[in-house]
């Protein structure tokens, strides 16, 4: 499978804190992207990073990606309540996969007030 | 553009009946991906469609799941007939894919889903 893997499966934080959550995948990619779910609603896009860059930041979150190791990392500094959710890495495959995403089983976040 | 439009947002089913999902993607994008979303398993992708085409059915469970994407505009995923274990929350999402020999960056558009229960 090419399904990225997203570590831990759960993360209990208080406000103010750090949260970091990693993805590891399997197969070559393009551009690796995290996606956040709130409770019964659908996938937001976060941030995309391609395969040549190691490092981006959009206001509080940092994600890194090594492709040397098959992995990324999502960094989100100073968390508020309102970041609980759930957290979603996927990949974009090469070759034949046409623009198909593969997705993790998540992480879910918990920030408490 | 609303987004991703998806319908019904819930749908509550006795065993046996037909349901059909519906999906009308972000305007101009050519990828559409129908996907199944249960605890148990997470976020399955169900189906893939590029420029109206299915390109990749292997995740559609059984032959009483059929998708269709009759133009750019509108998709429906069927399941007929439906069963208890059927039950989870279906996503459509859209993408702007560029072609294979160009490096596009994929960004899924999701809907907010319909939530399928089958009793």
């Known amino acids: 499978s090419q399904q990225g893997e997203e570590d831990p499966q759960a993360l209990s934080i208080q406000e103010g804190e750090n949260a970091t959550m990693n993805c590891s995948y399997k197969?070559?990619?393009?551009?690796l992207q995290w996606y956040r779910q709130n409770s019964g609603r659908g996938l937001v896009h976060l941030i995309l990073?391609?395969?040549?860059?190691r490092e981006k930041h959009s206001g509080r979150l940092r994600v890194t990606l090594d492709t040397s190791k098959k992995s990324s990392s999502l960094l989100i500094t100073a968390s508020r309540a309102a970041d609980t959710a759930s957290y979603f890495c996927?990949?974009?495959?090469?070759?034949?996969?046409?623009?198909?995403?593969?997705f993790g089983r998540g992480t879910q976040l918990t920030v408490w007030p | 553009d609303a987004g991703v439009i998806q319908s019904p947002r819930h749908e509550v089913t006795e065993m046996g009946q037909e349901v059909t999902l519906r999906c009308k993607p972000i305007?101009?994008?050519?990828?559409l991906f129908w996907y199944r979303q249960t605890m148990m398993r997470g976020l399955e992708l169900l189906i893939y469609?590029?420029?109206?085409?299915?390109?990749?059915d292997s995740g559609m469970p059984e032959d009483r799941f059929s998708a269709k994407m009759p133009n750019a505009s509108f998709s429906t995923l069927k399941i007929q007939p439906s069963e208890p274990r059927d039950s989870a929350v279906y996503f459509c999402?859209?993408?702007?894919?560029?072609?294979?020999?160009?490096?596009?960056?994929?960004?899924?558009?999701f809907g907010q889903g319909t939530r399928l229960t089958v009793v």
């Open positions: 999402a859209s993408s702007l894919f560029g072609g294979l020999f160009r490096v596009v960056d994929t960004e899924a558009f």
């Open positions: 197969t070559s990619i393009n551009n």
């Open positions: 990073i391609r395969s040549n860059e």
């Open positions: 996927a990949t974009d495959g090469r070759g034949s996969t046409l623009g198909r995403l593969y």
């Open positions: 305007s101009g994008h050519n990828s």
């Open positions: 469609f590029n420029n109206n085409v299915p390109i990749d």
